[in-house]
């Protein structure tokens, strides 16, 4: 009897011994790969690069799709939104608080997970031994870029903010703010690498992943607001003297399409039943229904008479005996079959780009030339190349407003550099109060990060 | 010295084993080697001596089983019944008499003579409150005799309250559990706290662990639906009539057995089995209504125009078109209640039972169904439906050494609501609204053009939702008596839950501003659980002592699927519902494989029922761990020496009917923290970008986390006067979590929002718990009893190093509560400016963090529950009422949003007339804006998320929870209907709230969601 009772226990605790390690051995879920994987061949790598892309586009009027073109042209001088929404009037108002949901949930937050998602790939490459070196490098340069252009927007969206170069939680959840200038510095450092790495084919006959020449194209940008002007000039040149890859399209309708020759980088719209999500946001539902969204009579007044940017790229609509002039850059509201791509960096920047660092380089008339370029192209009265410097800047700025109005958010950021936002704002927001240039740091993360301090 | 040795000898035999097993896993022999030591030393047979023996077998009166480790004592001689109730007693006379003695039973003494050699003897069960079973885990035991801190709610209890979700009868009920509901839609989710907050992260789950007949449930208290806002619980699958009991196990004794997943407490759920003798059907009907109640009032039309005019006027802004259609362009005589109209309904229940179980002295069975169908409050809204049947079946053999018991259940329901909560869109719209409905009931969403700023509220009678869940759950136990006191057991479970959610909505129901298409999600979640636990149980009698050794093992795995599939693009909408007449679809899938592992044992000593210890182990292995952290130790001791039962303290306090102290101190854990959390992992994108599938993080890794330490003591005093009459209990607990294991939020800019990790913080939770039973008239018609049941909880942040460098250095404060306000200094309205106004504590000028400070906590102060239950002839009636005093969230937390303020568009509660209007006004109500950038929004916003005192106030409440009414007719009338017993009833749950709370409901705290609502039912019950 004793004996199977020793039986017994032998039993229980050797199946215990026996079962316990191994069975407690899980395989990694199906839906998921182990980091290290994902950099040990060409194809999960080039997956985790698209993925960067892809998140960007997941959501509409997240911070690099539709947030710089819809907010920020709220909080700048382009346009109203024409019925109460309080998403909406947060901006409009120029009332944004650290607790607005949309300041963390649509830019803070998924510019911050864009910049991990860059970060853990340059670690992954940099340890990464089973891809073959030119491809790493490729790879590298666009995650080099990325990584730029997320550090670019934070910069301007809500100046000193933390910069984040690694994935260790455990030294970024209580980083602090750098300097604007550190920010820059690494912007400009990292755009440099990505202009080293990338190389000037795009990866397929799209341009939906970038090229070194949007590598450039940001550069040429950069160098601008940091005032280094033959830098700007020499980068912005480059793509433009490239007529192979990139002209003006001469159709106003062809700019934002997805085989735009004008497009330097776009975005494919990933979320199924959407085209751009500018589309979404300022073209009507219905043919009834009122524009959720109606430029300035300033901006209209900037036109000049029979520019062809008013016919091809506004519409109106009367209702109750009010006219609603409303952006219509893109053409497509929403449809599953996609025609037309986010367009993040097109060649007409870099031509305004570059008249602006010629300006400032004292090279008049050859600012002057780069801006008839979009003159030409939209069908209004040419500049005379003696024009004196003071009248070439205000059409700069002129030119920037109407070219780019409900696209990126360039005239908020155009007027913060410039220094004149008071000034012009005044003119379109009689309460504005000057104060409200940065976006607040958001509240949740003053509560979570103890070294980070409030805009 | 001959049992020394056979002792010995088995103790080397099992050594040479636990060598064995040392090769393959050190780490988890060494605890048990000193159990396996002491069951060896224990095989050694207890021999009678010389003279004259007596034999006798034990058994109940009630169920004929034998009873084991009886007392039988003739003159100075001792014996104990075994497992089969067997005993032999030496007797040195020729006559006399054996007494037989067993708690629980009442004392019963028989004669002998010369020509007695055996005596059988039934033994009558006392009908004593201190000696009902209380399921512990892997066991049972009673109250008397307890080591741990056990609360129990019988099914009786749960019975008498019409509940959907059965966790919602534990209300008020069990001393150191707040339960609190988180919406009155039924079925919906339940939230369970044991003896107080011990985890830094308020949003992650803090559950207890649940077993329903010892085999865990796999969803636990996981909201189940991947769709809708509320959060439909997998309990609400399990009929509340089918429940036995329901046990709470809280300190370190109770819980210790289950290891790693003990910390947070552990709910014991125990189903009804069938007994034998004759076959009995029951048949049970009840109808009844459920009605909202404690509604805030809102403004009328007259009110919130007036509100809206005020609030342009104090802006300075002109309303147009644009900025107020409900000023300029929409009706201002149009008069709607939106609550009566969307959640004002009468809701019909309907609730049938049937039954059927009987059996023979070696097998039972019983075999039930039911059926539950309760409509909603909300309008044009579909009823929610519960179908469950259960077979239950027990058998053991002529021998008795055999014994099998097995239970398989089924449950689905469907609710079949909205898929958000209507209650949040009553108190918004403005009572002005358009009409958005024409002749044909088709939608509208425009009114001249401009689109309706709340959208329609309407949508939700074109759209579909349907949560469907269903659950199989079945048990098996098997014993089988070895020898003599060694008892071998298996038990072994499966169960599975699984719960599609579908959700459709038509283009037709969509706002045409926003959306483009109709399209229809389903979302598809599948538990599977199996558990296998060998185990060896032996009992016998050590030293004059009882001795109860139990050594078990467990292995066990879950594994859950989820798929959600979002299609859109469909032909017509007539189509949808067929997911192939789509056009586009996102499809996304998870599964997660958890799997458990473990060793535990207990050890019960108990010497003449008045000094019991009891040693409990478990080492745990769990696949939530990296490599090398998997296994976790856990253990505990427990204590009682019930001192009434001193012949010293009979003579002193001869009053005292029934004195125990008790303690308990030991270890429990958690693994509570979600799989794979040590993998550094990459997840798949729904949908390609244009032609390539990408790929994005999924999970930060922290592969150093390791167990977390959860150390609870517990002491408690019992007491019984007037023959255990009345009985007082008081226990003190003092648990101390430390080394946590959380996930704890991190700032975005690490890329992610958590991270799980050990927190060196130690959180403390302290508290009284007292409950007084009196059994106040009794014998006569009228008999009356009385149950009360206090907790004053404490709760406390005892150490968290490097607080101020942390994450929570904003959120925690050393040595206050885990659930502290921190916030602004409310000084209420200024006079003057008519505006909120805050103290700027530092005088920096602005309002930011650093000017919020530690304001109070949101802890119940105390927090029970007082039933009342009286019976006179045939009438019953049972009374219970739940109170708690706390503060909480007032309905001005509702008021200021992140999005408005009062005098924006959106209805209001009336408390906001008391508002400022003019200089010298002294108010609590700051005046009215309708536009964003304004210094009095700017103000109002500042509430927002409960940032100040001016938010909380006086939560407290007395609930009428529960009152049960039934009259048992006279078995003479109804036997000559053939029926043995037919009682009607009626029962009412959440009667009246007597609350000062300014809001709706003090329990949810919160507008937007529906408060629990009032039930009433009749009913009928019938034994044929």
């Known amino acids: ?455 | 010295m001959k049992n020394f040795y056979k002792g010995g000898r088995g103790l080397c035999y099992l050594k040479r084993l636990s060598h064995l097993f040392k090769s393959k896993n050190n780490r988890s022999c060494t605890l048990f080697g000193f159990v396996l030591s002491l069951i060896c030393v224990l095989f050694s047979d207890a021999q009678a001596q010389s003279g004259r023996t007596l034999g006798g077998v034990v058994r109940s009166t009630a169920d004929g089983q034998p009873i084991a480790n009886a007392s039988v004592s003739s003159d100075k001689q001792q014996a104990r019944t075994d497992t089969e109730g067997k005993f032999a007693i030496l007797v040195n006379k020729p006559n006399g008499t054996i007494i037989i003695k067993h708690i629980g039973f009442t004392e019963q003494s028989v004669a002998y003579d010369e020509k007695t050699t055996s005596i059988n003897i039934q033994l009558a069960p006392v009908d004593n409150i201190l000696d009902e079973a209380v399921v512990i885990g892997y066991g049972t035991t009673t109250r008397r005799l307890n080591t741990g801190s056990v609360g129990k709610i019988s099914g009786a209890d749960i019975t008498n309250q019409p509940v959907s979700n059965p966790l919602s009868a534990l209300s008020g009920r069990i001393p150191g559990v707040v339960v609190s509901q988180t919406s009155g839609v039924p079925g919906s989710r339940v939230n369970i706290e044991i003896q107080g907050r011990n985890n830094l992260n308020p949003n992650q789950s803090a559950d207890p662990l649940f077993i329903i007949d010892g085999v865990p449930f796999a969803a636990n208290n996981d909201a189940t639906n991947m769709l809708g806002n509320t959060l439909l619980s997998p309990f609400a699958l399990i009929n509340p009539a089918d429940i036995e009991s329901i046990e709470v196990l809280k300190d370190a004794d109770a819980t210790a057995i289950y290891g790693s997943r003990g910390a947070y407490g552990v709910v014991l759920i125990t189903t009804k089995k069938g007994s034998s003798g004759k076959t009995v059907v029951k048949a049970g009907l009840h109808r009844g209504i459920n009605r909202v109640t404690r509604l805030v009032d809102l403004l009328n039309t007259e009110q919130y125009l007036e509100m809206r005019r005020e609030a342009f006027a104090n802006d300075g802004v002109t309303p147009t078109v644009s900025n107020a259609p409900d000023l300029v362009l929409w009706d201002q005589h149009a008069q709607t209640d939106w609550q009566k109209e969307l959640i004002g309904s009468s809701a019909s229940s309907t609730d049938a039972q049937l039954s059927l179980s009987g059996g023979s002295k070696y097998t039972q069975f019983m075999v039930n169904g039911a059926y539950q169908q309760d409509n909603m409050v909300f309008r044009y809204s579909k009823p929610y439906t519960r179908t469950s049947a259960r077979l239950n079946l027990n058998h053991r053999s002529e021998n008795e050494r055999l014994q099998i018991g097995m239970t398989a259940g089924y449950g689905t329901n469907s609710t079949k609501n909205t898929v958000s909560d209507l209650t949040n869109l009553t108190i918004v719209l403005p009572p002005n609204y358009p009409k958005t409905r024409d002749q044909e009931d088709d939608l509208i969403w425009e009114y001249d053009g401009v689109p309706l700023y709340y959208g329609n509220p309407y949508a939700y009678t074109k759209e579909k939702f349907e949560s469907r869940s269903n659950a199989l759950m079945t048990n098996m136990n098997l014993s089988y008596r070895l020898w003599k006191s060694l008892v071998a057991k298996v038990s072994a479970g499966y169960n599975t839950t699984t719960t599609f959610t579908e959700y459709m909505a038509p283009k037709l129901a969509k706002d045409p501003q926003y959306d483009v298409d109709g399209s229809m999600t389903t979302g598809d979640n599948t538990y599977h659980n199996w558990i296998v636990e060998p185990q060896l149980e032996y009992n016998d009698v050590l030293f004059g002592g009882k001795f109860q050794v139990l050594l078990g093992t467990t292995f066990q795995q879950t594994v859950n699927d989820r798929v959600r599939i979002s299609a859109t693009g469909f032909t017509a909408d007539e189509l949808m519902g067929s997911l192939g007449a789509a056009t586009t679809y996102n499809l996304s899938s998870n599964t997660s494989d958890y799997r458990y592992s473990a060793i535990f044992g207990r050890i019960n000593y108990n010497i003449m029922d008045r000094y019991i210890l009891n040693l409990s182990g478990r080492r745990d292995g769990s696949s939530r761990f990296s490599a090398g952290r998997k296994f976790g130790n856990f253990g505990a001791v427990g204590a009682v020496w019930i001192f009434s039962e001193e012949g010293s303290i009979k003579d002193i306090l001869p009053f005292l009917s029934f004195g125990k102290l008790r303690t308990s101190y030991g270890i429990t854990g958690s693994d509570n923290i979600g799989d794979y959390q040590y993998m550094e992992t990459w997840t798949h994108a729904n949908t390609p970008y244009l032609n390539v599938k990408a790929l994005y993080p999924s999970g930060l890794a922290n592969a150093n986390f390791r167990w977390e330490a959860n150390r609870k003591l517990s002491l408690s005093v019992d007491l019984g006067f007037l023959k255990d009459r009345l009985l007082f209990n008081t226990t003190y607990f003092d648990n101390r979590s430390s080394n946590q294991l959380i996930s704890t939020p991190l700032p975005r800019i690490t890329g992610f929002t958590t991270i799980i990790e050990n927190f060196p913080a130690t959180v403390q939770n302290t508290g009284w718990e007292l409950v007084v039973q009196s059994t106040n008239l009794k014998g006569g018609d009228l008999n009356w009893s009385t149950n009360i049941n206090m907790t004053i909880p404490r709760n406390k942040l005892l150490d968290f190093p490097d607080l101020d460098r942390s994450n929570f250095a904003n959120t925690y404060i050393v040595g206050r509560s885990l659930n502290l306000i921190r916030g602004y200094v409310a000084e209420g309205v200024n006079p003057e400016s008519g505006l909120f106004t805050y103290t700027d504590l530092n005088d920096d000028g602005v309002l930011n963090i650093q000017d919020r400070i530690y304001l109070g906590n949101l802890d119940p102060k105390f927090y029970g529950g007082l039933q009342n239950s009286f019976t006179y002839k045939g009438f019953g009636i049972d009374i219970f009422m739940e109170y708690r005093r706390q503060m909480g969230r007032n309905y001005m937390n509702s008021l200021y949003s992140d999005v408005r303020v009062p005098g924006f568009i959106g209805n209001v509660p009336t408390y906001v007339m008391e508002r400022w209007q003019q200089p010298g006004d002294q108010t609590d109500i700051q005046k009215f804006s309708a536009n964003f950038g304004t210094p009095a929004t700017a103000a109002g916003l500042q509430f927002a998320n409960g940032h100040n005192t001016s938010v909380f106030s006086d939560a407290s409440f007395i609930r009428l929870k529960t009152l049960a009414v039934n009259y048992t007719l006279p078995e003479k009338w109804v036997s000559k209907w053939g029926i043995d017993r037919l009682q009607v009833f009626g029962r009412a749950q959440n009667l009246f709230t007597w609350t000062s709370y300014k809001g709706s409901d003090p329990e949810v705290q919160n507008l937007r969601v529906l408060p629990p609502l009032r039930t009433y039912v009749f009913g009928i019950e019938i034994n044929l």
């Open chain 1, 1 to 455: 009897m004793r004996n199977i009772l020793y039986f017994i226990t032998g039993c229980i605790l050797l199946l215990q011994a026996v079962a316990c390690e191994s069975f407690l051995a899980v395989d990694p879920p199906v839906q998921d790969i182990m980091a290290v994987e994902v950099f040990s061949s060409k194809r999960t790598a080039e997956s985790a690069i698209i993925g960067m892309y892809s998140r960007m586009t997941t959501s509409n009027n997240h911070a690099l799709n539709g947030f710089m073109s819809l907010y920020m042209g709220l909080a700048a001088d382009e346009f109203a939104n024409t019925a109460v929404n309080a998403t909406f009037d947060v901006y409009k108002n120029n009332a944004i608080l650290g607790s607005t949901a949309s300041v963390l949930g649509s830019a803070w937050a998924p510019l911050y997970n864009y910049m991990y998602h860059a970060n853990a790939i340059i670690d992954g490459l940099q340890k990464s031994t089973g891809i073959a070196l030119a491809d790493r490098q490729a790879l590298l340069g666009e995650a080099y870029f990325v990584r730029g252009l997320v550090n670019f927007y934070l910069a301007n969206l809500f100046g000193p903010v933390p910069l984040v170069l690694d994935t260790d939680y455990e030294k970024n959840r209580v980083l602090a703010k750098s300097s604007l200038d550190d920010l820059y510095d690494q912007v400009e450092s990292d755009l440099l690498q990505a202009e080293t790495l990338l190389s000037t084919d795009y990866p397929d006959n799209t341009r939906i992943r970038p090229n070194v020449y949007a590598a450039k194209a940001l550069l040429a940008r950069v160098y601008l607001y940091r005032e280094n002007y033959p830098a700007a000039v020499l980068r912005a040149s480059e793509i433009i003297e490239n007529s192979e890859l990139y002209t003006l399209a001469y159709e106003f309708d062809e700019v934002f399409l997805s085989d735009s020759k004008e497009a330097i980088w776009q975005l494919f719209p990933v979320n199924v039943s959407y085209n751009s999500a500018e589309g979404l946001a300022f073209i009507p539902s219905s043919a009834t229904a009122r524009p959720p969204h109606a430029l300035y009579g300033g901006l209209l007044q900037d036109f000049d008479e029979g520019d062809k940017r008013v016919a091809n790229w506004t519409q109106q609509r009367t209702l109750a005996g009010i006219t609603y002039t409303y952006p219509f850059k893109y053409k497509i509201r929403a449809n599953t079959t996609k025609t037309e791509y986010n367009t993040v960096f097109r060649l007409a920047e870099q031509y305004l780009i570059r008249a602006e660092a010629r300006l400032n380089m004292e090279q008049v008339d050859l600012a002057v030339s780069d801006i008839n370029m979009l003159r030409r192209r939209a069908n209004v009265l040419e500049y005379p190349e003696d024009m004196d410097a003071q009248q070439v800047m205000k059409a700069i700025i002129k030119e920037r407003r109407t070219e780019f109005f409900a696209e990126w958010g360039h005239r908020w950021l155009d007027l913060k550099r410039w220094g004149i936002i008071d000034e012009e704002m005044l003119r379109t927001k009689p309460d504005w109060k000057g104060d409200n240039l940065l976006l607040p740091i958001p509240e949740a993360e003053l509560l979570r990060n103890p070294s980070l301090t409030p805009n």
